[in-house]
Nanobody, 121 residues
Framework: QVRLKESGGGSVQAVGSLRLSCVYSKYIFSGCGLGWARQAPGAERELVASIRTDGTTIYADSVKGRFTIAQEKTKNMLYLQMNSLKTDDTAVYYC???????????????WGQGTQVTVSS
């Protein structure tokens, strides 16, 4: 079973930046790759960024142009650079492994423990 450990969360003022990191154990990922998801209080967990094993990146509309996902395969590291942060970005952020579900859609199915990001106005 893969192990995922996030770091880099914290408190920041709006329009500020944070970089999240995730170290993962050695694992053979599906083509769906890895991603970052977040869960705000009272809300469902949502996938905000993913990177497929071929390097293709996908972003939720809510973060497009502000967040960047990157992977360093030689170091087993996944990153999420978050710029121009908004109060709506406040959430627990999770590193996740994605697999195809029964509808052949890449969905996060394995999770780390999460790191809290709090954005204040």
């Amino acid at each position: 079973q893969v192990r995922l450990k996030e770091s880099g969360g914290g408190s920041v003022q709006a329009v500020g930046s944070l970089r999240l990191s995730c170290v993962y154990s050695k694992y053979i990922f599906s083509g769906c790759g890895l991603g970052w998801a977040r869960q705000a209080p009272g809300a469902e967990r949502e996938l905000v960024a993913s990177i497929r094993t071929d390097g293709t990146t996908i972003y939720a509309d809510s973060v497009k142009g502000r967040f960047t996902i990157a992977q360093e395969k030689t170091k087993n590291m996944l990153y999420l650079q978050m710029n121009s942060l908004k109060t709506d970005d406040t959430a627990v952020y999770y590193c996740a492994v994605l697999f195809e579900d029964s509808s052949l859609i890449c969905t996060p199915q394995l999770w780390g423990q999460g790191t809290q990001v709090t954005v204040s106005s």
